[in-house]
């Protein structure tokens, strides 16, 4: 089986100069940590139930069949509320802009981002585009009911 890994040509924009590139902090991790590209000298503030584009200073050529996918980090989201707004967020294989981050505020106090802080993680999938076969039925299955019918 061929080699089935990406390599991702990775433009660091001025902003994200000097920031920690995204990496795999251990073996088995899926996911990169994608850190805020905000000047050192000034913080974002994310005010309960607000949102915010956070900058990461960064972007990439994803080939064509993969696609990023941004999400929350798990240790934010359980002690802070933050959590990544259109989650998983995508970055197609023909973007090209810089990547960023849309984050909420579910907590109950206002959340500071400094430069440098890890706010979500990037993880490299492989997509299939489809092709549209217009029928006049559908082959049945043992499914019974509809939406949300499997319980729980």
Same mark, same amino acid.
């Given at each position: 089986m061929a080699n089935q890994t990406p390599t991702i040509d990775l433009?660091?924009?001025?902003? +994200? &100069? @000097? $920031?920690?590139?995204p990496r795999y902090e251990t073996a088995g991790s899926a996911g990169m940590d994608l850190r805020a590209a905000i000047a050192s000298d000034t913080t974002v503030t994310i005010k309960p139930g607000e949102r915010e584009l956070i900058p990461? +200073? $960064?972007s990439m050529a994803i080939p064509v069949g993969w696609e990023g996918q941004i999400r929350? /980090? =798990?240790?934010?989201?359980l002690k802070k509320g *933050?959590? *990544?707004?259109? =989650? %998983?967020?995508?970055? &197609? =294989? &023909?973007? /090209?802009?810089? *990547? @960023?981050v849309i984050l909420i505020n579910h907590g109950l106090e %206002? !959340?500071?981002?400094? /430069? +440098?802080e890890r706010v979500a993680q990037?993880?490299?999938a492989k997509v299939n585009q489809c092709?549209?076969? *217009?029928v006049s039925d559908l082959n049945q299955t043992q /499914?019974?009911? @509809? !939406? +949300? =019918?499997?319980g729980s």
């Open positions: 433009l660091i924009l001025p902003h +994200g &100069d @000097g $920031l920690e590139l990461t +200073g $960064l929350p /980090r =798990s240790g934010l989201a *933050v959590t *990544v707004l259109n =989650s %998983p967020g995508t970055i &197609d =294989s &023909d973007y /090209r802009g810089e *990547v @960023g %206002p !959340f500071v981002i400094k /430069r +440098g990037l993880l490299l092709q549209w076969n *217009v /499914r019974k009911g @509809g !939406f +949300g =019918s499997t």
